[in-house]
């Protein structure tokens, strides 16, 4: 569905420069400087998938999103979505993708989003019984059939949010740009856009590209991730590759059966490296590939009442991997 080759993308911006005369210069002559925003990228998305699109600010990914949505025109390289080149704009393909930005809003705020619905309704030429199937299926899913009349202006974030998506889904796209969707909203907001993407992906099967600073989101939404750093694609694979090559060890937490005294802490040996003891519980960082043989230690020696394990988070695994550098046998 969508096809990605050597991708680029250079702007060219003025060059700031500090100074009294350098400022008197560049009213008459600005120097420009080049700016990578997108580097030789390359990748496939089939039908189906949610690929998240992760990397720090200015790394590049919004403006791949806006090439391929067909918002920006790319300075070289070749991207098919759905058979077509995204930046010709052809009505074919926009009838066929949609793009929700979470920092900007597309529906009109004095408006109430049922009447938002109907004019999106008439641009996409959506038959009157299909309208009203998916208008159904949406609103009752994301449980928000009570605030369609309601403007949208005085809706909470969080309920705006869930219209936006909404308005994105009414034409049944087979390709879907999410970014940033659920930025700024709560938590119990979060949670439900996550199942609900899941859900809608399990029943329509489109393309999905998500870009988030929320780990959470990559890690419940996204098998497969891209790695953007500095415009270059430095990885594309499961994520759990990820975890595995530079994520070695998982957190293993065991909960005593009875509260343990300070001297009985300072004598206990433990299978792993401490993070955290109280009376209550320990915590430790164990080699992944020995969680069973640890597992067995602790039940063996002590008297335990639970135990948790935990893959380490991927944000924490990403700022480190690009606090590293680029990654080894990075794209394919």
């Known amino acids: 569905m969508i096809h990605v080759s050597n991708l680029s993308k250079t702007f060219y911006v003025h060059k700031k420069e500090a100074g009294l005369r350098a400022s008197l210069r560049s009213l008459f002559r600005r120097e420009k400087v080049e700016k ?6 390359s990748f496939d998305v089939g039908p189906g998938e949610i690929v998240g699109l992760v990397g720090a600010n200015g790394a590049g990914k919004t403006t791949l999103v806006k090439m391929l949505s067909g918002i920006v025109h790319p300075s070289s390289g070749e991207a098919r979505v759905l058979g077509f080149e995204p930046w010709k704009r052809s009505n074919a393909l926009r009838q066929q993708i949609a793009l929700i930005m979470g920092q900007k809003a597309s529906l009109w705020w004095d408006l109430p989003a049922a009447d938002c619905f109907l004019l999106l309704k008439e641009i996409y030429s959506i038959p009157t019984a299909t309208f009203d199937r998916r208008l159904r299926f949406l609103t009752e899913t994301l449980q928000v059939a009570e605030q369609l009349t309601t403007q949208l202006r005085r809706l909470s974030l969080g309920e705006r949010m869930k219209m936006e998506l909404i308005a994105t889904l009414l034409h049944a796209p087979r390709v879907v740009f999410l970014d940033e969707p659920t930025i700024g909203l709560d938590l119990a907001a979060q949670r439900s856009i996550r199942e609900f993407l899941l859900q809608y992906r399990e029943e329509h099967k489109p393309a999905m590209i998500l870009t ?7 890690e419940t939404l996204c098998e497969r991730i891209l ?3 500095e415009g270059s694609l430095v990885f594309d694979g499961p994520l ?27 004598q206990a040996i433990f299978p792993g490296e401490v993070i955290e003891i109280d009376q209550k519980h320990v915590r430790l960082r164990v080699p992944r590939d020995e969680i069973s043989k640890c597992t067995k230690e602790l039940l063996t020696r002590y008297a335990v009442a639970d135990i948790s394990i935990e893959e380490s988070e991927i944000g924490d695994v990403i700022e480190e991997i690009f606090r590293e550098g680029s990654l080894p046998g990075s794209q394919p």
Do not use: G
Not at 36 to 41: F, G, K, L, Q, T
Not at 212 to 218: L, V
């Open 36 to 41: 990578h925003a997108v580097r030789n990228v």
């Open 227 to 229: 790695l953007i750093q």
């Open 240 to 266: 759990v590759d990820v975890m595995h090559r530079y994520s070695p060890h998982k957190v293993l937490t065991a909960y005593f059966q009875n509260p343990w005294t300070a001297a009985e802490r300072k």
């Open 212 to 218: 988030s600073h929320y780990m959470e989101d990559i």
